[in-house]
């Protein structure tokens, strides 16, 4: 009885530390490149077991893979098996599992994650943060509406997260928001040093009939048509025009 009795421990023993040795199919793991053949890298990820992943996975948009034999890296476990006898796993799906990780922790906290456009898709544009593919809905690009968004495509900028959910796999971001948010510290500091009877350089930002508005580098003045010349002027646009730089004074008045 004594010697079955230790047998049935010894078995459960044994298979307690499968259990714990084992990962778990869905999980990220760590793992070591042992050798990189036809456009793939072969990873060790330990109990006894190997996988390959496509070169293309460690690379960045445009770039070439930044991997070598001995590199030790976090990879996503799908299958404990597949049909070669090799484990089934992804690098792409640790990187975003990592992504959402840290995204998460930034929305709870509503601080800024950097991000790049890549993309454009119906109503706006797709934002890759690093992992994790975010969705900018066009009214979200810029206080006022883009024309050309092609000088912001693949530029690395921070963005604010609006929501998000793991389980769908959306995340929706603003550049708008980060915007506002600059030019409403801009405007504080402009009318902050801003004093009555000051001499200010503008730009024309629009023109009415009434008179234009002028860009103070945050704030928007009013220089009504009245005020543009000594001589009686019919319409602003008879001496000024959109872009161009003037100097006007008492803007505490307007």
Request: glycine share 10%; net charge negative; hydrophobic share 40%.
């Amino acid at each position: 009885m004594c010697a079955k009795a230790t047998m049935e421990d010894f078995e459960a023993l044994l298979k307690e530390s499968f259990e714990i040795d084992t990962p778990e199919e869905g999980s990220v793991v760590k793992g070591k490149v042992i050798a990189i053949e036809a456009g793939q890298a072969i990873i060790d990820v330990g109990y006894k077991m190997e996988g390959r992943i496509d070169l293309k996975e460690f690379a960045n948009p445009g770039e070439q893979p930044d991997i070598k034999v001995g590199d030790e890296v976090e990879v996503y476990l799908d299958r404990v098996e597949n049909a070669r006898g090799e484990a089934q796993i992804s690098r792409e799906k640790a990187k975003r599992e990592e992504a959402w990780d840290r995204l998460e922790k930034a929305y709870a906290a509503e601080t800024r994650v950097d991000g790049a456009i890549f993309g454009r898709v119906k109503g706006g544009f797709t934002v890759d943060l690093g992992g994790a593919v975010a969705f900018l809905p066009g009214s979200q690009v810029d206080v006022r509406p883009v024309r050309d968004a092609g000088p912001l495509m693949g530029l690395k900028q921070p963005f604010q997260i609006l929501k998000m959910d793991r389980r769908r796999g959306n995340i929706v971001v603003s550049r708008r928001a980060i915007l506002e948010e600059s030019r409403a510290e801009q405007r504080a500091e402009v009318i902050g040093n801003l004093t009555e009877g000051q001499t200010v350089d503008g730009v024309v930002k629009n023109i009415t009939e009434y008179g234009a508005f002028v860009d103070l580098g945050g704030v928007d003045g009013l220089l009504h048509v009245t005020d543009m010349a000594w001589r009686r002027v019919n319409h602003p646009s008879e001496i000024l025009a959109i872009g161009e730089t003037v100097t006007v004074g008492n803007p505490c008045h307007w």
